[in-house]
């Protein structure tokens, strides 16, 4: 599966959108990009996922580049219990043959 | 809402102790993971089945043992306990899709 880049750590002020980016610039045709979050040390809930086009859902949307090369979670009007690690993750297929797996994520800051 | 259990959820036991960890799942799920992580770090997949008598190891080599008799359970099973084995175990099933539903997790603490 392709690597994933994210910043370590990230602010974003109560009521304002959140937008967490991510690289993947080595990612191949067939795989997709899924968005979980862990808030505290629950386990990870999952939050989006896409292989090209943009999505939205009730909790986010994701905006895909177009080479695919990149793509940003959007929280469009984030509170204080968006607080949480955000992973972005690249995987083959939307099967589930392939477990996910995580890497160290972005630490998203919501503050008051 | 995912219906996925974990038991107990803190453990403390002393060095040497035989301990299983309990995971179960009432969604009728095949695919069950599970995933090992340190206070403020990565999650590490160390089991993972795709069915019943399925299990594979994952990619943080772990000393503990896992079991697929039933769909609905999945047990991860430490011989020897030992304090580098505190952590928190998190156990999560999987439909044939793209979304995988984690348990609440077990905090073990070994002495």
């Known amino acids: 599966d392709a690597k994933t880049t994210q910043p370590p750590s990230m602010d974003c002020a109560e009521g304002r959108a959140a937008n967490l980016p991510c690289n993947h610039s080595t990612i191949s045709g067939n795989e997709y990009v899924y968005w979980y979050r862990q808030i505290h040390s629950q386990g990870p809930q999952y939050i989006i996922h896409?292989?090209?086009n943009n999505e939205t859902n009730e909790m986010a949307s994701l905006i895909i580049t177009e080479d695919r090369k990149s793509s940003t979670l959007i929280l469009p009007h984030a509170t204080l219990r968006d607080t949480a690690v955000y992973y972005c993750?690249?995987?083959?297929?939307?099967?589930?043959?392939?477990?996910?797996?995580f890497g160290k994520g972005t630490r998203l800051s919501v503050i008051a | 809402e995912a219906d996925i259990y974990q038991t107990p959820r803190y453990l403390v036991i002393g060095t040497g102790k035989k301990i299983t960890l309990e995971c179960s799942q009432t969604?009728?799920?095949?695919?069950m993971y599970w995933y090992q992580q340190d206070p403020g770090m990565e999650l590490h997949l160390i089991h993972y089945?795709?069915?019943?008598?399925?299990?594979e190891k994952g990619d943080l080599s772990s000393e503990s043992t896992v079991s697929r008799i039933r769909t609905e359970h999945f047990p991860l099973t430490l011989e020897s306990a030992r304090p580098s084995h505190t952590s928190q175990y998190l156990c999560?099933?999987?439909?044939?899709?793209?979304?995988?539903?984690f348990g609440p997790g077990t905090r073990l603490t070994v002495l």
């Open positions: 089945s795709y069915g019943v008598n399925s299990t």
């Open positions: 896409g292989l090209k």
């Open positions: 999560a099933s999987s439909p044939s899709g793209f979304e995988q539903f």
């Open positions: 993750i690249v995987r083959v297929g939307n099967s589930g043959n392939t477990p996910l797996v």
């Open positions: 969604m009728g799920h095949d695919k």
